[in-house]
């Protein structure tokens, strides 16, 4: 590498705060860097919005389709019963090629503020009346809910809603919901990514442990991120399997995990529930590359961003890849392993 070149690479990686590994990596030309995964992407998606789609977690929705394409990944808890069973929430940018995605489910109102940070535009099928709220904001009008197609599958109908290849474009045609961006700063880029072609180093901060497994306490999944050396990623299980989408076997993986422990507000005696996601200085972990980090995560508002820290104080720095977040409720906190 050039002398001038090494210079840049190091001068950001005092800027950032975090040790990074430089290497090489040529952007393509007509492409810009992902707001959702710092990687390079085509310019023709620069303004379009992401869709956040609800995705069925129980076992009888399986397999799942579309689900290892999306860029980031929110595992929730659904409710306290049922074994805090779990729902995901998929973020994809580049949508417009989606064949099937699903199954598609219920969203709740934790989902909505989480959706707002990103300017997305939530796809569902309805929810609980606790919601009718959130979707009365301005930041949470957007959604799109039961305008999608059914497949014959053999399965309950509660099991049988997907995205299919021409639903959003008839979806937005239908509904005059913007495809570009109505809030402009959620272009900018969620989280603070390394420089495209380089790597975070978190062995070096002093704080790191190993991280190459993380067993969520969610006893009705049985949620389990496995640290895959061959890809750098972590592979999803649930259910005691491996998570692979049903169209192609792709595997359901990330290169970034953030965990972050939140309190909740329980609705009903049927395990109706909301995060308490508007809150600083809550603690969190960071894993990629087989370590993990103790970190701290602020939201200041129901549409605000939530950014992280590291122990410090500093921006967090991430590697550029796609990324699972969880909430982790705090008296669960304590039972979940990172090993």
């Not at 590359?289 to 820290?309: C, H, L, M, R």
Request: charged letters at 15%; proline letters at 4%.
């Amino acid at each position: 590498m050039k002398l001038r070149k090494m210079a840049a690479v190091l001068a950001a990686a005092l800027i950032a705060c975090v040790p990074v590994c430089a290497e090489e990596a040529v952007q393509a030309e007509g492409t810009y860097i992902s707001e959702l995964t710092g990687e390079p992407i085509s310019t023709a998606l620069q303004n379009q919005r992401p869709i956040a789609v609800m995705v069925d977690n129980e076992s009888a929705a399986y397999p799942h389709y579309g689900v290892a394409e999306g860029d980031v990944v929110y595992e929730l808890m659904n409710s306290t019963e049922n074994g805090h069973i779990t729902r995901l929430m998929v973020l994809l940018k580049d949508w417009g090629n989606v064949q099937q995605m699903g199954s598609i489910r219920s969203v709740r109102p934790t989902n909505i503020m989480l959706a707002a940070e990103w300017n997305a535009v939530i796809c569902h099928d309805g929810g609980p009346f606790y919601v009718d709220e959130y979707f009365a904001k301005d930041y949470g009008k957007d959604h799109f809910s039961g305008t999608f197609s059914r497949v014959d599958n053999g399965k309950n109908t509660e099991f049988t809603e997907y995205i299919l290849a021409g639903d959003l474009d008839n979806n937005f045609n239908n509904s005059g919901i913007s495809r570009t961006y109505t809030n402009p700063a959620a272009a900018n880029p969620h989280f603070n990514f390394v420089q495209y072609g380089q790597k975070v180093d978190l062995a070096s901060t002093g704080t790191a442990i190993p991280g190459t497994t993380v067993t969520l306490p969610f006893e009705h999944t049985n949620s389990t991120l496995t640290y895959n050396a061959g890809t750098g990623t972590y592979d999803l299980s649930c259910y005691g399997q491996l998570h692979t989408d049903g169209e192609d076997n792709q595997v359901l993986t990330f290169k970034n995990v953030i965990l972050q422990q939140c309190d909740y507000t329980l609705y009903d005696e049927n395990g109706y529930m909301v995060y308490n996601v508007v809150n600083v200085g809550q603690p969190g972990y960071y894993l990629t590359e087989g370590q993990a980090i103790p970190i701290v995560w602020t939201k200041n508002s129901e549409d605000g961003v939530t950014k992280y820290f590291d122990k410090n104080g500093n921006p967090l720095t991430i590697n550029t890849g796609k990324t699972y977040i969880s909430l982790v409720p705090s008296e669960m906190w304590g039972t979940m392993t990172i090993q």
